[in-house]
């Protein structure tokens, strides 16, 4: 039980350059979730997927795509990155007593 | 707005003291909150709920309070270990259909031996 997977653990790009977050649950959650961590702003959300096949925006989406895939796999992405994305994401998934949130082991992403 | 406040981002202590941390909030109504620990370069871990119309729960060396009048929890750590070194977050959730948790930006406990 792998839980919450994360690829890749750490990223530098160039702005302007895109790339997808990939994130994989193996726990048959229904809800998962995309976050980024910045010092002194906490944890916020950026997207969400309530079930396979929805999503919805959360605190900070502007820059950011998501795709649920299948009820395992919730994809970010960048379609083109900003040295403000600079963060380190986590992607999380809920069960449906809708409680308890799993992380995974974070992204750490550098644009320069 | 919503607002979550926990009130130290950094608090020091000795080890075998209780270590307590205080979170705020303004303008929820939160059916219940939670606490998770954070280890450097890890993602957040949960280790307590609790309901609205419970004051108190306990898990071990863990205990949390929950004042809905205060708008306040208080999360205490008895004979604490420099292994408990960590930042420590208190999540509400939003309300609403869809689950959502709003996280407080954490205080960093250091536990000195």
């Not at chain 1, 839980?3 to 790339?19: A, E, H, I, W, Y």
Request: glycine share 8%.
């Amino acid at each position: 039980n792998a839980g919450v997977t994360q690829t890749p653990k750490f990223q530098v790009l160039k702005t302007g350059q895109s790339m997808t977050l990939q994130c994989a649950q193996d726990m048959n959650h229904n809800s998962m979730y995309w976050y980024r961590q910045d010092p002194g702003m906490g944890l916020r959300l950026i997207y969400y997927s309530a079930s396979e096949g929805t999503t919805d925006k959360g605190e900070v989406p502007n820059g950011y795509n998501v795709s649920r895939l299948n009820k395992r796999e919730f994809s970010l992405r960048l379609e083109s990155a900003a040295p403000s994305q600079t963060s380190v994401y986590f992607c999380a998934s809920a069960g449906d007593l809708k409680e308890t949130q799993y992380f995974g082991p974070g992204t750490r992403l550098l644009v320069l | 707005s919503q607002k979550i406040e926990q009130n130290s981002e950094a608090l020091n202590i000795q080890e075998g003291k209780t270590a307590t941390l205080t979170c705020n909030y303004t303008n929820y109504s939160p059916a219940y909150l939670q606490w998770y620990r954070q280890d450097p370069g890890r993602g957040p871990v949960f280790l307590l709920l609790i309901r609205e119309n419970e004051k108190e729960k306990r898990k071990e060396r863990l205990k949390v309070t929950f004042d809905t009048t205060l708008k306040q929890s208080l999360f205490h750590i008895t004979a604490s270990q420099p292994a408990d070194s960590a930042t420590y977050l208190c999540a509400l959730d939003s309300g609403g259909s869809n689950y959502k948790l709003t996280f407080g930006k954490g205080t960093l406990l250091t536990v000195n031996p």
